[in-house]
């Protein structure tokens, strides 16, 4: 017993003798990554037209059932894009047009990822999908390599691998690869800056 009630006092000693610590509740602030310099390019208002190119409809016709129809095979859309929460994200909001008068939205953000030193991408649509990924940036800063990989409501999921080109200040190519369940589908298209 007389152990416990030294260890005890020394207990109490020691701890009456510390300092009471307040926790440090002020948030560390940093500026935007040097990188996010790169995609000042993607800022503005921009029309795009999008086709599908593999399979051909051709191709996708003779592997429909009876009674199926071959589903669209282009689109227009747009998207506008700018910084967001202080610069530190890219902020994309867009939507495509499907010639059966149907429209998905979606909004994406890139940011620099100090540690894996490439843009990070997260994608959400109003379909339900979403997709997470990685950009790279070429050495003079006019292509942009991506994969990324996507989730549909379903579960199903699908992977992703392109490039955007900026041919002109105002104007850019890009093309796609989606592979998932139903196959390998290559898209390509362009994308002009609204002046």
């Known amino acids: 017993m007389r152990h416990f009630i030294i260890l005890s006092l020394a207990a109490t000693t020691f701890i009456g003798c510390q300092q009471p610590t307040t926790p440090d509740v002020t948030l560390k602030t940093y500026e935007p990554a040097p990188e996010m310099r790169m995609l000042e390019k993607f800022v503005g208002t921009w029309q795009e037209n999008g086709r599908i190119v593999e399979p051909t409809e051709e191709e996708i016709r003779a592997g429909l059932k009876e ?6 095979m282009s689109y227009t859309g747009g998207n506008v894009a700018d910084f967001t929460l202080d610069g530190m994200y890219l902020r994309t909001d867009g939507w495509s047009d499907n010639p059966d008068g149907t429209r998905m939205t979606f909004v994406e953000y890139k940011m620099w990822d100090h540690q894996a030193k490439k843009f990070r991408i997260w994608w959400f649509s109003s379909n339900g999908m979403y997709a997470t990924g990685w950009m790279t940036a ?27 080109t900026f041919s002109e200040a105002n104007k850019a190519t890009w093309n796609f690869i989606e592979r998932g369940p139903q196959g390998v589908m290559k898209m390509e298209g362009e994308n002009e800056r609204q002046i």
């Open 138 to 164: 070429s050495a003079d800063g006019r292509t942009f390599d991506i994969k990324a990989q996507g989730f549909e409501p379903d579960g199903t999921t699908k992977q992703w691998t392109g490039s955007l």
């Open 67 to 72: 009674g199926e129809e071959v589903p669209p």
